[in-house]
Nanobody
Framework: QVHLVESGAVPAGGSLRLSCAAS????????MGWFRQAPGKEREFVSA??????TKYYGDSVKGRFTISRDNATAYLQMSSLNFEDTAVYYC????????????????WGQGTPVTVFQ
């Protein structure tokens, strides 16, 4: 299971950190990914990190603003310089070992958490 915590509303230009913990397995074996889906849009890749933490990927729209990280039990998505277009439901996902930018390659999904950026 993947459990996502932290959500909320934040003003444009602000920051927010999302956390995601995976249970029921050995966390260190999981690559973790973040995706988001805005109203009326398809799910979009945001960021991913491999199981070892050494390989990270970012979507073009978040490069330079978002940072993915992980420790022994939790993956994090630090979001900065947020703008209205970042408003979406954010999902974390897990798969074994290799990070991927494709949502259909992830086996486990969190329930999603809404993030609202207001002007």
């Amino acid at each position: 299971q993947v459990h996502l915590v932290e959500s909320g509303a934040v003003p444009a230009g602000g920051s927010l950190r999302l956390s995601c913990a995976a249970s029921g397995g050995t966390f260190s074996l999981y690559a973790m990914g973040w995706f988001r889906q805005a109203p009326g849009k398809e799910r979009e890749f945001v960021s991913a990190v491999n199981s070892g933490g050494g390989t990270k990927y970012y979507g073009d729209s978040v490069k330079g603003r978002f940072t993915i990280s992980r420790d022994n039990a939790t993956a994090y998505l630090q979001m900065s310089s947020l703008n209205f277009e970042d408003t979406a439901v954010y999902y974390c996902a897990a798969r074994y070992y290799r990070a991927s930018t494709y949502d259909n390659e992830y086996e486990y999904w969190g329930q999603g958490t809404p993030v609202t950026v207001f002007q």
